[in-house]
C-alpha cells in the first residue's frame, strides 16, 4: 500500500489506449445523431414556413426548366428497371421528370404558362380543390436513381403538393439498378393488396375516397389544346 500516494512507477505509467473500434462507433453514433438534427431542422424550416412564402419559393422554381433524368444522368439508359412498390417518398426528393412529354415544365412541375389550356386549368382547380378537401389520389408513378426520384405519371400531383406544402406522396416506385450496382431496398411485395384496398382503408380512416376522373389525374395529353 502506498498510503494514496503518487510513486514513480505510477507516474511514469502510460494510459490504457482506447479500442479503435470503440471510436469508429462513437463516431458513427455521432454522424448519425447530426443527420437526425439536421433532417429534424429541415422539416421544421418546412412546417414553419408562411403559406405565401412557400408558394412565392415554389413560382420562382417554375421559372426555370424542369429537369429531366436522360439529361442529368444519361448513363441511366444502362441501367436495369426493378419495382419496389407503392411507397410514400418525401416530396423534397422528388428531383425532375423521366418522361418525354410534349408539354414543357417548369421547376414547380406545372407546365410553362404557354402551354397552361383551358382544359389545363380546369383540371388544375378541380385537383387542388380535391387536395384542400383531403381527397385520398391515387399514387404517382416514379423512377428512382441516385437516391432522388423522377416523376413518370403525376407532374400535376406533384405540383399541387408543393404549393400545398404536402410533405410526404404515395408513389409507384421502380428503381434503376446501374450496371454492377445493388438494390437500395427489398421490394414491396404486398404492393398489389395494399393498392386495391386503399379505398377500404381510406374510408376506414375518416376521409375522403377520390372522386376525381382519370383525366384529372394524368399529365397534359399529346392531343392538348394549341396554347
Same mark, same amino acid.
Given at each position: 500500500?502506498?498510503?494514496?500516494?503518487?510513486?514513480?512507477?505510477?507516474?511514469?505509467?502510460?494510459?490504457? &489506449?482506447?479500442?479503435?473500434?470503440?471510436?469508429?462507433?462513437?463516431?458513427?453514433?455521432?454522424?448519425?445523431?447530426?443527420?437526425?438534427?439536421?433532417?429534424?431542422?429541415?422539416?421544421?424550416?418546412?412546417?414553419?414556413?408562411?403559406?405565401?412564402?412557400?408558394?412565392?419559393?415554389?413560382?420562382?422554381?417554375?421559372?426555370?426548366?424542369?429537369?429531366?433524368?436522360?439529361?442529368?444522368?444519361?448513363?441511366?439508359?444502362?441501367?436495369?428497371?426493378?419495382?419496389?412498390?407503392?411507397?410514400?417518398?418525401?416530396v423534397d426528393r422528388i428531383a425532375g421528370t423521366a418522361a418525354g412529354?410534349?408539354?414543357?415544365?417548369?421547376?414547380?412541375?406545372?407546365?410553362?404558362?404557354?402551354?397552361?389550356?383551358?382544359?389545363?386549368?380546369?383540371?388544375?382547380?378541380?385537383?387542388?380543390? &380535391?387536395?384542400?378537401?383531403?381527397?385520398?389520389? /391515387?399514387?404517382?408513378?416514379?423512377?428512382?436513381?441516385?437516391?432522388?426520384?423522377?416523376?413518370?405519371?403525376?407532374?400535376?400531383?406533384?405540383?399541387a403538393a408543393l404549393y400545398a406544402g404536402q410533405l410526404q406522396i404515395?408513389?409507384?416506385?421502380?428503381?434503376?439498378?446501374?450496371?454492377?450496382?445493388? /438494390?437500395?431496398?427489398?421490394?414491396?411485395?404486398?404492393? /398489389?393488396?395494399?393498392?386495391?384496398?386503399?379505398?377500404?382503408?381510406?374510408?376506414?380512416?375518416?376521409?375522403?375516397?377520390?372522386?376525381?376522373?382519370?383525366?384529372?389525374?394524368?399529365?397534359?395529353?399529346?392531343d392538348r389544346e394549341a396554347p
Amino acid at each position: 500500500m502506498n498510503n494514496g500516494r503518487v510513486t514513480r512507477e505510477d507516474a511514469n505509467r502510460k494510459p490504457a &489506449a482506447k479500442p479503435a473500434a470503440t471510436g469508429r462507433l462513437v463516431g458513427r453514433v455521432s454522424d448519425a445523431v447530426d443527420d437526425a438534427v439536421d433532417a429534424a431542422r429541415a422539416v421544421a424550416r418546412r412546417w414553419d414556413e408562411r403559406p405565401g412564402a412557400r408558394v412565392r419559393r415554389v413560382r420562382r422554381a417554375g421559372r426555370h426548366p424542369l429537369p429531366v433524368l436522360r439529361e442529368v444522368h444519361p448513363e441511366e439508359r444502362a441501367a436495369a428497371p426493378r419495382e419496389l412498390g407503392v411507397q410514400t417518398i418525401d416530396v423534397d426528393r422528388i428531383a425532375g421528370t423521366a418522361a418525354g412529354t410534349a408539354v414543357p415544365r417548369g421547376g414547380d412541375f406545372l407546365p410553362l404558362r404557354p402551354y397552361r389550356t383551358q382544359n389545363f386549368q380546369a383540371r388544375w382547380m378541380r385537383l387542388r380543390h &380535391a387536395i384542400d378537401r383531403l381527397t385520398v389520389l /391515387p399514387p404517382i408513378d416514379v423512377l428512382k436513381y441516385d437516391d432522388r426520384y423522377w416523376v413518370i405519371d403525376g407532374h400535376n400531383r406533384v405540383a399541387a403538393a408543393l404549393y400545398a406544402g404536402q410533405l410526404q406522396i404515395d408513389a409507384n416506385v421502380t428503381e434503376l439498378i446501374p450496371p454492377g450496382g445493388r /438494390p437500395s431496398e427489398r421490394a414491396t411485395t404486398l404492393a /398489389p393488396i395494399l393498392t386495391g384496398s386503399q379505398a377500404l382503408r381510406t374510408a376506414g380512416r375518416g376521409r375522403r375516397v377520390g372522386n376525381l376522373s382519370h383525366e384529372d389525374l394524368v399529365d397534359e395529353p399529346p392531343d392538348r389544346e394549341a396554347p
